[in-house]
Nanobody
Framework: VQLVESGGGLVQAGGSLRLSCTASGSTFSINAMGWYRQTLGHERPLIAGITSSGGSTYYTDSVKGRFTISRDNAKNTVYLQMNSLKPEDTAVYYC?????????????????WGQGTQVTVSS
């Protein structure tokens, strides 16, 4: 599966961005998907997840109420709407598979990562 993220950029604090991630391959629609973010020298944690049907979502505490994950299985695309952005949201954002088990989301991967999209929030 190839993943291509887009939509990042430079935005002032309080602004909004909408990230998109398009996946190749036929397995997209059967997989839970997630958005991850990484800053230099740090890990790449799952910050938002969505089940294959879109019926369940997950947000890490730091983005809850500000970010919204959604997906369009017909377009093999997952989105992340980011509102009320803060300087601490500055990172490279990636999408990839997530694991959904017993009502909880976990880190997942198709085995490879896209190039990510840089989000920079100025104060």
């Amino acid at each position: 599966v190839q993943l291509v993220e887009s939509g990042g950029g430079l935005v002032q604090a309080g602004g909004s961005l909408r990230l998109s991630c398009t996946a190749s391959g036929s397995t997209f629609s059967i997989n839970a998907m997630g958005w991850y973010r990484q800053t230099l020298g740090h890990e790449r944690p799952l910050i938002a997840g969505i089940t294959s049907s879109g019926g369940s979502t997950y947000y890490t505490d730091s983005v809850k109420g500000r970010f919204t994950i959604s997906r369009d299985n017909a377009k093999n695309t997952v989105y992340l709407q980011m509102n009320s952005l803060k300087p601490e949201d500055t990172a490279v954002y990636y999408c990839n598979a997530a694991r959904y088990y017993s009502g909880r989301f976990y880190f997942g991967s198709f085995g490879s990562w896209g190039q990510g999209t840089q989000v920079t929030v100025s104060s």
